[in-house]
């Protein structure tokens, strides 16, 4: 099993996939805590690390908002850093960036299409993405072999 992660500024949307590694599904949206002093362990991380283990996750693909340009902005940079402190908290389970860019846009055009709007899309366009994320990182672990 692997974990993906969408990581944002209000919200982390979770997914994850089959044993055999073939389909991402949905999990949970878990809230940022943003609260945290910077020695304290957000809420967030760490209920991200029990799912880790109750799941017995091998892997977790964090989604890196790269620019349309390819960069890496402000906000790649959060999210690097909040990888490397999850990976801090999971070892030995790896940590796995991988470009997300327009997962979001996806995962919310995918939900319209389904009739899924408004208020009910906030709450799981996270989990959507989460699921774009880990699925496309499957599919090209796939392509490789």
Same mark, same amino acid.
């Given at each position: 099993m692997r974990l993906g992660v969408d990581v944002g500024? /209000?919200? $982390?949307? +979770?997914?994850?996939c089959d044993p055999h590694a073939i389909l %991402? !599904?949905? @999990? /949970? !949206?878990?809230?940022?805590? =943003? !609260?945290?002093?910077?020695? #304290? =362990?957000? %809420?967030?991380?760490?209920? @991200?690390?029990? @799912? #880790?283990?109750?799941?017995?996750? $091998?892997? /977790? #693909? #964090?989604? =890196?908002? +790269? !620019? @349309?340009?390819?960069?890496h902005g402000p906000a790649a940079a959060h999210v690097t850093a909040y990888a490397d402190r999850l990976a801090e908290v999971i070892v030995p389970v790896p940590v796995v960036l991988v470009d997300e860019r327009m997962s979001t846009v996806v995962a919310s055009r995918r939900l319209s299409e389904r009739g899924v709007r408004g208020r009910r899309q906030r709450a799981v366009v996270d989990q959507a993405a989460a699921v774009e994320i880990l699925q496309s990182w499957l599919d090209a672990q796939r392509r490789r072999t």
């Open positions: 500024k /209000v919200r $982390v949307g +979770v997914s994850i %991402a !599904t949905p @999990l /949970v !949206t878990l809230p940022r805590d =943003l !609260t945290a002093a910077d020695d #304290v =362990l957000p %809420a967030d991380i760490r209920e @991200l690390a029990r @799912l #880790v283990t109750e799941h017995e996750a $091998v892997g /977790v #693909v #964090v989604g =890196l908002p +790269v !620019t @349309l340009a390819g960069g």
